[in-house]
């Protein structure tokens, strides 16, 4: 979870003034969301994920969702927030992503 923080707490404040650190933020976003979008076609070829799942929207809104969790629990000091959102991520892959 550290690393997922990392990410948005860097492109976060790699606005238009830090090109480099903006870029390397993005190339680590990047490789999260390759790594998404190489689990869904394995799940796919497997029968194990539906085969309408659009990767991209699914990690757009895995990564959204965890990096708005783990920013509302630094901010409100209460993890509640990351539990909160994997047993609703966990809930939605079991029941709408998976066969």
Same mark, same amino acid.
């Given at each position: 979870?550290?690393?997922?923080?990392?990410?948005?707490?860097?492109? %976060? /404040? !790699? &606005?238009?003034?830090?090109?480099? $650190?903006?870029?390397?933020?993005?190339? =680590?976003?990047?490789?999260?969301?390759?790594?998404?979008?190489?689990?869904?076609?394995?799940?796919?070829?497997?029968?194990?994920?539906?085969?309408? %799942? /659009? !990767? &991209?929207?699914?990690?757009?809104? $895995?990564?959204?969702?965890?990096?708005? =969790?783990?920013?509302?629990?630094?901010?409100?000091?209460?993890?509640?927030?990351?539990?909160?959102?994997?047993?609703?991520?966990?809930?939605?892959?079991?029941?709408?992503?998976?066969?």
């Amino acid at each position: 979870m550290l690393a997922v923080a990392l990410y948005s707490n860097t492109a %976060v /404040e !790699a &606005d238009d003034a830090h090109p480099v $650190l903006r870029e390397r933020a993005r190339e =680590a976003m990047d490789s999260w969301r390759t790594t998404i979008h190489r689990i869904v076609k394995k799940g796919i070829e497997r029968q194990e994920i539906r085969p309408e %799942v /659009e !990767a &991209d929207t699914l990690a757009t809104l $895995l990564i959204a969702t965890l990096e708005g =969790a783990i920013m509302m629990s630094k901010l409100y000091g209460d993890n509640v927030h990351i539990h909160r959102a994997v047993d609703y991520l966990t809930n939605y892959v079991n029941t709408t992503v998976g066969v």
